[in-house]
């Protein structure tokens, strides 16, 4: 393994045993899902559909995880548009489906069908929380992106599973993304702080609310709003966020812990609709605050790939584009390139497989992307 | 070299930093830290305390402070990034990072020094002769015996400042004594003279607490914006759009100056030829008060090739060249995009490109991009090349009756008119879109820095407004 990495890590890197393990649960798992997904009386239909124009066998050709690189490159525009039956397995045509929704700013949004998958997405999620700063019973506030997105329910049901009740706040991330590229950047003042206010007066309010999801952004707007009526995030009584959003930085991190956190407990995720959710190694002064996340393996997996070779990973501490596979009964995308590029992180002690930090937009596409507050 | 951000006098090194790098070589010259938006908000919950630490000053002390820091920031040596600081090495690395010679470094320091060392005069002018204490009171006796008072519309002003021309921070440098802190966001590529001005300004005895330095993306400007009651912000006509009409921000954005020539003046237009070309191609014409355009009502063609024979002849030079007179465009492809748009206008009706006979003027570099003067003549004021301006020595000189030149001329923030006539005259003093007027052969690049620029900052700072106090009991009216 060639390691590009200037530092010694600073955290503890899983052992070769423990890489090994996790890749052979990976393979298994991979088979698992082409069985699944390309059996007629279980798949979708628009995998069978699509198997039929594949030169190999899916059923007898994929043994092992490398082998999925043998499908052609996965176009998201395929999400987009319908018939959304055509992404629902037949093997669980009579379950109820949820569609979530991504993008979707100006044009039809690429969307997602969903049964179960968040649930247990956000259940292995909550064994990561640590108990001292997510106590059980406590409840939610839900201060983030809302409507056709996952993450609502999913906090939501987060806060359930762990025994609490979720208090929300509505907020259209679409809207957010117009007013920033209509450049009204007072309408955008206005929303944020109408949303920073709703969730203060829940705050306020004797809920006994002490765990929260936010974005970086809100979470600062919500701190500093604190801070002008002389009290603090840990004050108002919250012990632990949960927050999300490409936008994490080394500096920003060290910002909040240094400086408004107040000992709140914070643990950055990066997660889409189409992926799931990846956890971070603990963030640390003595690790650079380097934010380093991990991919719910075997259900879904990160690779950080070369940006003219989509099946070359690059080198330990390099940096590429992600490359994103979802390997669940529900839904099965095989190599998505995603909007974002990073380093790739060595594999971590509790998720012994690669890891990839400094999540950014992809150069190519910032340009052109407008970054939300949300 | 790495320059922290500075947090009201308290150095701050972030783990996320900007290399400069020198436009030429591409070495890099210093390191810039970069914060985010959340500091300036969260710092700006206390900028109350930087007006208060000038305000435990007296304001004559403030306006002496300020005029020892332009002695020192034009000939000392000052601590910016930890290091020493020469002038000679600031204008090295100022050059460097932003693609002006040395000697245009060099003439706008001696501006910034100028208005700095002329403190007292310029307050007084701004403040028609307002006793300076009014301001740290909010109230007092005129000289007529009037009450006035003036309240602070913020404790801080916020400055988005720009890295195209090092003399626009002549416009903030009076904020200081006029009793209100500083939080700037310097330029990406011009950090140098926010840096070294606060660095003398420190030196000098003006307290560290009342100012900011917050280099970083752009959502540092919006916090800026966002978290000060005044700000001034310096982009493009886009960005002056969007603040068009907000009381909080002053936004400077392309001047779109001009010369006009009156009929009764132009057949002497060889006359003026030396204050056209001034106004065109002084400090590589990158400020909003170069000229884009010069109008008269006939001799433009003559007029266009004279120019072009004087400007069109200049050539890049090394930026160490005492004789350079073009700055670098040192964003990739920027000269290049540029000279393309030009063309494309140059093909409209009535357009034909002056300096075409003194070579090309798009100049390709290995990091970067020159534009050598372009003279451009219309013959009519339609095309849309007679109202664009850019960022280097540029001109369309315009054919248009002198009858219809204010409807046409648009916005212009410096118009300099050469005319004896009177009731023309009169007509341009009326014309509200003119800002500066120069009446007579001045060139528009030369300020008259006793008279307001693009609004009063005194007007913009603080609100005069009615205060009265009570008589104390039983004395008589």
Redesign the interface.
Known sequence: MSVTATRPPVFEVATPEQVAAARATLDAHTVEMMAWHFHESTGCPFWLEYAKSLTFNPLTEVTCYDDLKKFPPFEDEWLRGGPVRRWVPKGMADQPMYVFETGGTTGIPKSRVNSRDFRTDYEMFSDTLPEEFFPRGANWLMLGPSGPRRLRLSIEHLAQYRGGICFCVDLDPRWVIKLIQK?W??HL?AYKQHCIDQAITILEAGHDVRCMFTTPKLL??LA?AL??RGTTLRKAGITGIFSGGTEF????T??AVE??LDGAYMTPTYGNTLMGLAASRPVVPAD??TIAYYAPQPRAVIEVVDFDDRDAVVPYGATGRVRLTTLTKETFIPGFLERDEGERELPYVKYPWDGISGVRPFRELAATTTVGVY | MHLPAWRFGKPYESLERDTLVHFLTGEPVAEVSQVGGAIVGRDLQKAGQARAALMALDPEDVVERLQTAGNLYANGTVTVGGEPQSPERFVKCQSATTGLPESLCRANMQKNMFVLSNMDRILDALSRGLDPAILWTGHGVEHRGVTVSYQAQSPVLGLVLPSNSPGVHTLWLPVVALGMGLVMKPGSQEPWTPYRMAAAMVEAGIPAEAISLYPGPTDVGAAVLAGCGRSMIFGSAKTVEQYRGNPRVQVHGPGFSKLILGDDCVDDWERYLDVMAESVAINSGRGCINASAIYASRHTKAIADALAARLGPIEVKPPDDPEAKLAAFTIPGAAKAIWGQIEGLLKAPGVTHATAPYGDRFVEGERCGWLRPVVVHATNPEPEITRAEYMFPFVTVVECPQERVLEKIGPTLVGTVITDDEDFQRRLIDCTHIDRLNLGPIPTTKLDWLQPHEGNIIDFLYRSRALQVAAPVGATA
């Open positions: 450049g950047m007072e003042e600062e707007a500093l801070e002008k930085t080394p500096q920003w060290r910002f400086e408004f650079g605050y």
